[in-house]
Nanobody, 120 residues
Framework: QVQLVESGGGLVQAGGSLRLACAAS????????MGWYRQALGKQRELVAG???????NYADSVKGRFTISRDNAKNTVYLQMNSLKPEDTAVYYC??????????????WGQGTQVTVSS
């Protein structure tokens, strides 16, 4: 089994910054893709940013230039640096990781979610 522990959410004023972290532990042979999703009240969950094992990243258009995703493979941790936050960034943020088992099977795991609230 794999556990994901998220941290770093909170309340911030518009224009401020937050840094989210998601640490994976447990039965991990290899971590492939890692990413952050968010779900605002009444809306569908959407991809915010993703990072492959080789470091290639992708971002939602709405966060390009403001958010940066990174990973520390030694710590099995993915980060999301969020700058110039806007009220529309308010949502529950979830990390997602693709774990390769030693058997070769690929399994997706979700974090518990962390609330980010941006006040105007």
């Amino acid at each position: 089994q794999v556990q994901l522990v998220e941290s770093g959410g909170g309340l911030v004023q518009a224009g401020g910054s937050l840094r989210l972290a998601c640490a994976a532990s447990g039965s991990i042979f290899r971590l492939n893709g890692m990413g952050w999703y968010r779900q605002a009240l009444g809306k569908q969950r959407e991809l915010v940013a993703g990072i492959r094992s080789g470091g290639i990243t992708n971002y939602a258009d709405s966060v390009k230039g403001r958010f940066t995703i990174s990973r520390d493979n030694a710590k099995n941790t993915v980060y999301l640096q969020m700058n110039s936050l806007k009220p529309e960034d308010t949502a529950v943020y979830y990390c997602n990781v693709e774990v390769q088992r030693i058997s070769g099977n690929l399994v997706n795991y979700w974090g518990q979610g962390t609330q980010v609230t941006v006040s105007s």
